[in-house]
């Protein structure tokens, strides 16, 4: 299966327009002299972001992308029609490669921000352009140029404030829906999730933040296995990350500590930059055990983990914690916010 948040296109600007050779020729007019007109400019083609757009999907069918080309000149000094641009939209938060070069051509993170990809041909000149003291008659012109031509790579990263991390039935899509108002697709059985899902998550009247449920990572991720490599790529956008923690899970034999310890492995094989996030762990599921129980779980947990971190406790199904969850989230956002303002 292709992974929606990568994708391969090709775009192609239109070609110039070519100048008209042409005299001019009427009744009763003599030495009409050269009146043949310019071609028009080849349209550009430009990608633009567009909020309202979440995954690279479309461009699983839709891979080639040509804007109109320049109309030829014609006679009586008319020039030629130039080609309309394009504009391909893409989702906010997309990175834009040149596949045969490797460079970075842009990297979209605002709304309606527009880059030109494909610089349109450039129009042809009529015979008047060449009309001199010594050739009144000039039979010159010259063709369009062709429209730029390239091959891009679309890579997709989340834009979001805090990214949730985890196995998978951690009990990542639940939080999201209970803290916000997504509604991912939620089962019973591993990698239910197959593409990040958004949440807004409202803490006050004028207070929210943005949530990103990321599918369930697997040891290995790094190096590809299951889905990983593109995962985690969308959390390297995140302010801070949630590592969400099965306190009870259904294999008797899994140990939590051992799940939380295999997921930060593969974020420091996957990024430096990725493993010194600010990382908050989450124990979730804490309804399935009595106080006593979930107590003991607790402490076994963090002495195993030796985790010297911030840790929460809720229970994503019931609802239980996840209000405090969004305040001590909220404040620590404002709190990063402001020493990068300081910066």
């Not at 550009?44 to 979440?54: G, I, M, P, Q, R």
């Not at 461009?59 to 309309?84: H, I, L, P, Q, Y």
């Not at 805090?162 to 939620?186: C, D, E, Q, W, Y």
């Not at 607790?298 to 929460?312: A, T």
């Amino acid at each position: 299966m292709k992974f929606v948040d990568e994708a391969s296109i090709r775009v192609k600007a239109g070609n110039g327009g070519h100048g008209c050779l042409s005299f001019r020729r009427e009744k009763y007019v003599e030495r009409g002299g050269p009146d043949g007109g310019d071609g028009g400019h080849g349209g550009s083609v430009y990608l633009v972001a567009d909020k309202s757009l979440n995954t690279l999907a479309d461009f699983r069918v839709a891979r080639m992308f040509k804007a109109d080309g320049g109309e030829g000149g014609s006679g009586r000094n008319k020039t030629g029609r130039s080609g309309d641009d394009l504009e391909v939209f893409i989702p906010i938060g997309t990175v834009v490669h040149d596949v045969d070069t490797g460079e970075v051509i842009c990297d979209l993170t605002e709304t309606g921000q527009r880059q030109k990809v494909a610089e349109g041909g450039r129009a042809g000149l009529g015979n008047p352009r060449f009309k001199s003291s010594v050739n009144r008659a000039p039979r010159k012109i010259t063709k369009g140029s062709d429209g730029e031509a390239r091959h891009l790579s679309l890579e997709l990263k989340v834009l979001a404030d805090v990214g949730l991390l985890g196995m998978p039935n951690a009990g990542k899509s639940t939080l999201i829906t209970s803290m916000s108002h997504a509604k991912p697709r939620i089962a019973d059985y591993p990698f239910t999730t197959l593409h990040p899902n958004l949440g807004v998550v409202r803490v006050g009247r004028l207070q929210s933040f943005v949530m990103a449920d990321i599918p369930g990572l697997i040891e290995g991720a790094a190096e590809g296995a299951g889905l990983g490599i593109q995962f985690l790529k969308h959390l390297q956008r995140t302010g801070l990350l949630l590592h969400l923690v099965d306190i009870a899970p259904i294999d008797p034999s899994t140990e939590p500590a051992d799940e939380v310890r295999a997921i930060a492995k593969e974020l420091a094989k996957f990024s430096d930059d990725l493993a010194e996030k600010t990382r908050w762990l989450v124990i979730n599921k804490i309804d399935l055990l009595s106080e006593e129980d979930q107590a003991v779980a607790r402490e076994m947990l963090l002495e195993q983990l030796q985790w010297d971190g911030p840790v929460f406790e809720v229970s994503a199904a019931t609802g239980v914690g996840t209000e405090q969850l969004g305040q001590a989230i909220m404040l620590e956002l404002e709190r990063i916010a402001e020493l990068a303002a300081e910066a």
